[in-house]
DNA sequence: TTTTTAAAATAACATACGTTACCTAACTTT
DNA sequence: AAAGTTAGGTAACGTATGTTATTTTAAAAA
């Protein structure tokens, strides 16, 4: 009896996600997304209470992207140097994204990633692999592989500076290189 | 023949300053400084031709005081140090001030810190008093400590990390010192 | 084919914001 | 003391946004 749908609850997602991925949540509105998918915004009400339920959909829309990249490679034979190297391609790919999981303070209750990501024991086995350092040490080490990590990670979210890929490879690479020296003569 | 001015310039420029310090851009608007002026809209259009120059004023107002932080303790001893503590120390104090300037896009016109503060040679040179690198050396490990300092600054931002004032120097410290036994070692 | 029901459009309402026209009144000048 | 100038208040306009009441209409069910 009724008409068919024919703007699915995907269809809006995925056209609020692309805003989301291009300009950030401030280029989110209704008429916006009623815009870009040829109708009114009654199909958004539809499927969405509000539009803050759409932000939230689209926040975990967002976190799924960023661990698909930090899962790729987790199990490769360098996981620990992969890792570093997902994250800093996650803030280069996704900038805005990036920005909104960790450079800005939402209600759209994070998941703690930093903390997930950092302080698991497994993180900190995986560097050892690579630095052969005491678990102890590995510990201070990896606070400071990821602060750097993080570092670069803004700098490319922002644009604030333009590394290649090499270049951010090399970055991460030396700098890694060098610590693991210091410790191991300290 | 007029009535004296009651709201001065420099009032309405402080509480915009003040709101942009608690809340960044986001939480200002002409309603809410007349409000905490206890005044109407109009002291703020007879000091600023619109909200786009009195904003560009409070950006100025932010930059000046970076360049205080920054230019503290320039000509001390362990100027290189300071440089770093002085940067993290500002993210710390004024959290919304160091986003505007260094995470955030704006069309008010920024003055390139990123780029005048760390690629002169001063900054290099400084930093030789500390390594005893060359200068080709002292710039390729300078790009890693610029990185690692703007990666905590970013962090004690965003209130991600809540780092103690003693444990950001010693994560510094310890940090500087391990990249500098790695260059020395390689 | 007719009826019914919900999907979608239209258009409006409410709020928040920048901005401004108009008015009132304070204070300097005469 | 009178007059004129302008600071500041009031209230409105225009726009952007979320949200919703009402209407239209496509298509399923009878």
């Known amino acids: 009896m009724p008409p068919r749908t024919i703007f699915e609850k995907e269809q809006v997602l995925n056209i609020a996600y692309n805003i989301v991925r291009n300009e950030g949540f401030d280029g989110l ?13 009654h199909p958004i009400f539809k499927h969405f209470k ?10 975990e ?6 661990k698909e990249y ?6 490769e034979e360098q996981a620990y140097k992969k890792m570093g190297l997902s994250y800093i391609k996650f ?4 900038p805005e994204f990036f920005k909104i999981i960790f450079m800005q303070k939402t209600n759209l209750n994070a998941e703690n990633f930093i903390m997930a990501d950092n302080v698991g024991d497994d993180v900190i086995e995986k560097g050892q692999i690579l630095t052969g350092l005491s678990f102890e040490e590995q ?3 990896h606070v400071k592989v990821w602060i750097f990590t993080h570092g670069i990670a803004c700098l490319v979210a922002t644009n604030t500076v333009k590394f290649s ?22």
Do not use: H, P, Q
């Not at 509105?29 to 915004?41: D, F, H, Y």
């Not at 930090?70 to 199990?75: F, P, R, T, V």
């Not at 803030?91 to 996704?94: E, F, L, M, N, S």
């Open 29 to 41: 509105n209704a008429r916006r997304i009623a815009k870009e998918l040829n109708a009114s915004v």
């Open 50 to 59: 509000d539009m803050e339920e759409l932000k939230k959909a689209v926040y």
């Open 61 to 66: 829309k967002i976190c799924a992207k960023y």
């Open 70 to 75: 930090m899962l790729s490679g987790a199990n």
């Open 91 to 94: 803030a280069k790919d996704y």
């Open 139 to 141: 510990k201070k080490f």
């Open 165 to 186: 890929d090499v270049e951010i490879e090399e970055l991460l690479t030396e700098t890694v290189k060098k610590l693991i020296i210091g410790y191991k003569n300290s």
